[in-house]
């Protein structure tokens, strides 16, 4: 089967959001601070200089090791990511296309919401989370990790037919890089808990598979020794 030659996935770098919701859920608040939609999310500082620092990676590069195609998810988060990353870089990199089957989990009704405010507004939403079991689990509105393995086995499948033997780089969000390990290494959910049980993937992360040998193989994942 005919597959990319190198898919590296890059987690985007610190969000506000990544750091205003665990402050509200710490301190029980029903408000985050933030307002409007997940997709218009922005970086930190913290995660300007994280993304700068995927810029240097990529510096570093060989060039037959460089990216010849690049895919974000269209939130504004990952594509900055991208394109502070490909500037830092200095080297004459891809211009990025996005697909939307990149997007983060999709939470419905329940999107920016903290846990206080679900658990007041929707307070019959844990026994249905607990009914259903994590991995199909779907919010009102939103989505299961079910359907995001649906569509990453799609995205995946595009991805390989169309530029099979070429380096691809991916920039998205955790819910991403996780099932994109559970689709192309066949894992069982107690696998993906296992490996979530170590801690969850990092802003700016790397995780990288080798197609060389006609089957992408896990050669790193989580990696964060480019960073500051």
Not at 48 to 68: D, M, N
Not at 112 to 119: C, D, G, K, S, V
Not at 133 to 141: A, I, V
């Amino acid at each position: 089967m005919d597959v990319v030659a190198e898919l590296v996935l890059v987690r985007h770098g610190q969000s506000a959001a990544n750091v205003a919701f665990p402050r509200a859920d710490a301190a029980g608040r029903e408000e985050s601070g933030l307002t409007g939609r997940d997709t218009d999310v922005p970086l930190t500082d913290v995660g300007v200089r994280q993304a700068e620092a995927v810029g240097r990676w990529l510096a570093t590069l060989p060039g037959e090791r460089l990216p010849q195609v690049a895919v974000t998810s269209p939130y504004v988060r990952a594509r900055e990511t991208w394109r502070i990353a490909a500037e830092a870089s200095g080297r004459e990199l891809p211009p990025p296309s996005t697909d939307d089957r990149l997007v983060d989990r999709l939470l419905g009704e329940l999107e920016m919401l903290t846990r206080a405010a679900i658990r007041r507004r929707y307070p019959d939403e844990a026994a249905r989370r607990s009914e259903a079991g994590e991995f199909d689990y779907r919010p009102p509105g939103g989505e299961s990790f079910t359907d995001i393995s649906r569509r990453l086995t799609s995205f995946l499948d595009d991805l390989n037919r169309e530029h099979a033997g070429q380096r691809v780089v991916v920039v998205a969000h955790d819910a991403v890089v996780l099932m994109t390990r559970f689709v192309i290494e066949q894992l069982a959910w107690d696998d993906v808990m296992r490996i979530t049980a170590s801690g969850g993937v990092r802003n700016a992360s790397l995780t990288r598979f080798d197609g060389s040998s006609g089957t992408l193989v896990l050669q790193e994942y989580n990696t964060v020794d480019h960073l500051p």
